[in-house]
């Protein structure tokens, strides 16, 4: 029989205690890494559902895909716009991005952006060039001018064409690159309807903190607009989204060079819907804002270039 001297014990005690240790530190990493699997896991299917998403509109927690038409052009700020834009594009995985150049061909700028944001697979780049009798000149005001109009029909054309091989609801809103958006605006816009276009209050237009629908028993029953309220739709292009089944039933739904200035909205909405068939959405929240970016000076770029020197962004692209 073998007789544990008092040091023997010692030892075994304290192996039995590194063993409990042991044990209770397998536990802790086996939860941890557990608790890491299922995170990513859940990560990575709500990737999934978006970015294969060929065959369905349906994307995850059930929410609609919403197709964001950004009409954008080349010019200084053109980066910082989509830069701003593509990590709202992050934060809101039900969104898919149809960009549309204004221009010959998609660039590289653009297509760089996408790809460093990691939206490659929820975007699509296309391009469509203003007729040169539309386009604004540098001494035109920007009012002067319909602004978007071939870019935005070309969008509609391609999403015609991607929901016809894919049944479910979808959205379609015009979101232009130099407003302010919230995610929570996207949130709300997953609301509407099948066979509905959803309008809200948009910040920092018409001369106004904001325009915004009149709502009374959840129905649109007017606008508070001030500049042209008798326009059959008195809201900014920021203030509304369409069922994208609206652009099936009405096939021909497009905008148009030959209205009248500030009717753009109103031309593509009575195409599609009636004042009365509106869906009011966060009517007392403003989550967007028609903010404008002022065109940055060049006036000492350009005596760089004057006095032979190279370029303040030689090497990069701003
Ligand atoms: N836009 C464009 N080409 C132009 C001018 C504007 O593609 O020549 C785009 C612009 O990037 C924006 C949308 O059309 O996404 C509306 O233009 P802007 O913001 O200048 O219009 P506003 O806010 O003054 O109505
Ligand atoms: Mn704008």
Known sequence: MTKYSPLTRKMSNEVRISQRKFIAIVIIVVILLIYTLT???SCDSKEFTINNNQQQSQSLDNKPIIYAITPTYARPVQKAE????????????NLFWVIVEDADETSALVRNLV???MLSQRCVLLNAKTPTNFKLSKRDPHWSKPRGVEQRNEALKWIRKKIKHEPGHSIVYFMDDDNSYSTELFEEMSKIERMRVGVWPVGLVGAMKVEKPIVENDKVVGFNSVWRPERPFPIDM????????LFEANPSAQFNYEVEKGYQESEILRQVTTR???????SNQILVWHTRTEASKMDNEIKLGKKGLPPSDEGMII
């Open 39 to 41: 995170r990513s896991s």
């Open 82 to 93: 989509l830069t701003r834009l593509s990590h709202v594009f992050r934060l809101v995985p």
């Open 115 to 117: 790809n460093r944001a």
């Open 238 to 245: 920021a203030g509304f989204a369409i069922s994208s089944d």
């Open 276 to 282: 009365e068939k509106l869906q009011p959405i966060a």
